[in-house]
């Protein structure tokens, strides 16, 4: 954990005798933290996709819900990407979550993604592909489909 240091500074008096009032002066300290995640031992950790289900709200927006479930001794980080397949094969990007984590001792994640839809598509054929990759190496951990 960094922080920077306030300077230490005297407290002006400037009361009369008949004064009552009582003042405070608060001072930010800002800092910043840098997480460590330490693994011991052998990586037996495996993450799968499940309980996949697309929704709109009251707006018209459009969702994504599914569960990330981890199991295995170590914690599993990384990115998910959305992709809409529609019934003619084209591909659109539809939604993207960066540095994702399922970390020990929890054993699922309820994830919830808002799509961005083209104006041109309507999520009505086709299917959803939810890939789990890893943030430096872009392997893939794990992926699921969605058939509309």
């Known amino acids: 954990y960094f922080r920077a240091e306030e300077e ?35 990586n037996n950790t495996t993450i799968s ?3 996949l289900e697309y929704s709109t709200d009251i707006n018209m927006d459009h969702y994504l819900n599914f569960q990330l479930n981890r199991s295995g001794s170590m914690s599993k980080y ?3 990407t959305v992709n809409y397949i529609s019934g003619s094969k084209k591909e659109y990007k539809v939604g ?7 970390y020990t001792p929890g054993e699922f994640r309820k994830v919830r993604i808002k799509l961005s839809k083209p ?17 430096e190496k872009k ?10």
Not at 24 to 30: C, M
Not at 119 to 129: I, N, P, R, T
Not at 139 to 148: G, M, P, Q, R, S
């Open 8 to 42: 230490d500074m005297p407290i002006e008096k400037s009361s009369s005798a008949n004064d009552t009032s009582l003042s405070i002066k608060l001072e930010p300290i800002f800092g910043i933290s840098i997480a460590c995640i330490v693994r011991v031992g052998e």
């Open 49 to 51: 996709i499940t309980d």
């Open 78 to 80: 990384g990115d998910i």
């Open 96 to 102: 993207r979550v960066m540095g994702l984590g399922v």
């Open 119 to 135: 104006e041109d598509v309507s999520f009505e054929s086709g299917k959803f592909e939810v890939v789990f990759t890893e943030n």
């Open 139 to 148: 392997k893939i951990i794990a992926d699921a489909v969605l058939e509309l």
